[in-house]
């Protein structure tokens, strides 16, 4: 079955930069997305297709991909970024959906 | 604006059915299918399954268990769980999905989520 990846945990002080990854063997196939949920909210989707940043989203957001991971990166990071973000991909026949386990992102 | 709002909590006794609905406004309904999500306490995202043209795709742990519906005439997504249990205790959460051949599927905005609690 078609797993993904990610820490636990990630911390970091204010205006650092924190990067989060995903690692799984079918991300070099398919595409990643990431999704913010701030405590007690819904997810919101920050990059789509590895790499995109959706309209409204900061520019501080980026996403990359190599080989089978995929990672986060939040240049400059605001106290209002702490969150959990998840990782999803779809397994290779592109009809069923994995999310990662999600990573806590502490602003110190 | 593209806006999906879900229905209120529900407490349920298990063994029972719970169904939560999912309205969408600010789009074509038909031009996209609904995802369903849930998040117990304290845990990730949990794929259950979707529904886009009146197909869906149900997440193995749940067949036999689930059922997707939408009502095209209200634009409104329906997410039936039967036979609860206390480990169904969650946040359940629909979304718009888009999906592309070569880019796969993504989801966007997500509904402010159904807290459906069971016990005996």
């Known amino acids: 079955s078609f797993e993904l990846t990610q820490p636990p945990s990630v911390s970091v002080s204010p205006g650092q930069t924190a990067r989060i990854t995903c690692s799984g063997d079918?991300?070099?196939?398919?595409?990643a997305y990431w999704y913010q949920q701030r405590p007690g909210q819904a997810p919101v989707l920050v990059i789509y297709?590895?790499?995109e940043r959706p309209s409204g989203i900061p520019e501080r957001f980026s996403g990359s991909s190599s080989g089978t991971t995929v990672t986060l990166t939040i240049s400059g990071v605001q106290a209002e970024d702490e969150a959990d973000y998840h990782c999803?991909?779809?397994?290779?026949?592109?009809?069923?959906?994995?999310f990662g386990g999600g990573t806590k992102l502490t602003v110190l | 604006q593209v806006q999906l709002v879900q229905s209120g909590a529900e407490v349920k006794k298990t063994g029972a059915s719970v169904k939560v609905s999912c309205k969408a406004s600010?789009?074509?309904?038909?031009?996209?299918?609904i995802i369903w999500v849930r998040q117990a306490p304290g845990q990730g995202l949990e794929w259950m399954g979707w529904?886009?043209?009146?197909?869906?795709n149900y997440a193995q742990k749940f067949q036999g268990r689930v059922a997707m519906t939408t009502d095209t005439s209200t634009s409104t997504a329906y997410m039936e769980l039967r036979s609860l249990r206390s480990d169904d205790t969650a946040v359940y959460y629909c979304?718009?999905?888009?999906?592309?051949?070569?880019?796969?599927?993504?989801?966007?905005?997500w509904g402010q989520g159904t807290l459906v609690t069971v016990s005996s």
């Open positions: 979304a718009r999905r888009f999906f592309a051949t070569e880019e796969g599927q993504w989801f966007d905005p």
């Open positions: 600010g789009y074509t309904f038909t031009t996209s299918g």
């Open positions: 529904i886009s043209s009146g197909n869906t």
């Open positions: 079918a991300l070099p196939m398919q595409y």
């Open positions: 297709k590895d790499s």
């Open positions: 999803q991909a779809a397994d290779s026949s592109g009809t069923h959906v994995v």
